[in-house]
């Protein structure tokens, strides 16, 4: 969607938000930014140098669309965003006043309470929303404030309606203001992934990309090849009188076995059909599992078939992730939401008498295998030993015992 911004002001008097929404779709917008686009090397060498200057539309847009179109991304962000919105939550205070335990408990509430207003999403979808900077440069929402400076959700925003190329953070795009308008402060929430201090070059979708392209040209090759030599050729050879009589009946009796490829030829015609050295496809389908393992590796930082994660993909998404990557994962949208949302929420709702809360992802998987590690290091202390095939299925990981076992310390 295209935007266009109200003519209200992202405060009010006291410093309390505006009530509502501070951005409007119109009517034409999906026309104008969500059309299909065909990437070649070519383009994406345009959209990638477009990127470079600033301009991120393109470059957004190609983030959504790998999304949806190709199948080993769609498979791995399913897995990578499950693994972190699978994940129990909760809100802790900033520090030891009772004031700050009350803020903890009502922003908390807010968070679980948000998103029932019809067009708005809840904290639970935002977190799944803002998991996209994972590929694209940004993920951004609106935050949508009700009276009195209480939540009542947000309101995702494509990454293709920011740009950079006049400024270090992201200017809005609006219908009067091609060249961007700054954020309002405490309106929006912009998350972004990694970039090497730019911005505009963060996420992987300057990597995924490739790969994309790399891939769609091995599955075209791979369905011309299966037109080519999957099917039987059917030849009808004549003679002169046929071919000159009854060459159109010919014609039509071999379409009619169906999709098959045939031709009519005369007797004196010579007709040779070479094979190709690749008769199997076995080099289509060689690099279509390499850019799938490659793509699975970049998202997922493992691969996520069980015969070749070790067991870590025979559990939930939680194991099919990185642990470093979701661990990180957390941690980077907790701080988005302390210092984008908790910060203005805490100051309209507490002043200055409460510390910011502060948001915590719960792994309980990892807590778990911690606390039952600590628990086999007991027991060997005190000289009982776990059955190392029970260790190894709750860890996910092959274990085998060693001739000399190295001394524990304590």
Not at 351 to 378: C, K, M, W, Y
Request: with cysteine.
């Amino acid at each position: 969607m295209r935007l266009k911004h109200t003519e209200r002001t992202a405060a009010g008097n006291g410093g309390m938000p505006v009530p509502g929404r501070w951005i409007a779709a119109e009517q034409g917008d999906r026309a104008r930014w969500l059309q299909t686009s065909e990437y070649t090397p070519v383009n994406v060498s345009r959209i990638l140098e477009a990127a470079n200057e600033g301009d991120i539309a393109e470059l957004a847009v190609a983030a959504r669309e790998i999304q949806e179109r190709n199948w080993e991304v769609i498979l791995a962000m399913q897995v990578r965003k499950s693994a972190l919105t699978g994940l129990d939550w909760g809100v802790e205070p900033g520090d030891e006043r009772p004031a700050s335990k009350d803020a903890a408990l009502a922003f908390e509430a807010a968070l679980k309470g948000s998103g029932c207003e019809s067009g708005l999403v809840s904290f639970h979808e935002l977190a799944d929303h803002l998991m996209d900077a994972v590929i694209a440069p940004l993920s951004a929402a609106e935050i949508v404030w009700d009276a009195g400076g209480s939540l009542a959700g947000f309101r995702p925003v494509g990454a293709w309606h920011f740009t950079f190329r006049n400024s270090e953070t992201p200017l809005l795009v609006t219908d009067d203001n091609y060249a961007g308008v700054p954020l309002p402060p405490a309106k929006f929430i912009v998350h972004t992934h990694g970039g090497a201090g730019d911005p505009a070059r963060a996420g992987l979708i300057r990597t995924l990309i490739w790969l994309h392209v790399f891939q769609n040209y091995p599955v075209k090759d791979l369905v011309s090849f299966v037109e080519r030599y999957g099917m039987p050729f059917v030849v009808a050879k004549v003679d002169r009188s046929a071919w000159e009589n009854e060459r159109g009946v010919m014609r039509n009796l071999i379409r009619s076995f169906g999709p098959n490829g045939g031709g009519v030829f005369t007797k004196s015609t010579e007709l040779e059909l070479l094979q190709a050295t690749n008769a199997g496809g076995d080099v289509y389908f060689k690099l279509l599992e390499y850019t799938s393992k490659a793509i699975t590796k970049v998202i997922l930082g493992q691969l996520a078939s069980s015969s070749e994660s070790g067991g870590l993909s025979g559990g939930d998404a939680q194991s099919r992730v990185r642990g470093d990557l979701l661990e990180a994962d957390a941690r980077a949208i907790e701080s988005t939401i302390r210092s984008q949302l908790a910060v203005p929420w805490t100051k309209f709702n507490f002043g200055d008498a409460a510390a910011v809360p502060v948001l915590r992802f719960r792994n309980s998987a990892q807590e778990d295998r911690a606390v039952f590690a600590d628990i086999v290091e007991t027991l060997h202390r005190a000289g009982l030993d776990a059955d190392p095939e029970e260790i190894s299925a709750r860890f996910g990981i092959s274990l085998k015992r060693t001739e000399t076992a190295p001394e524990v310390r304590p």
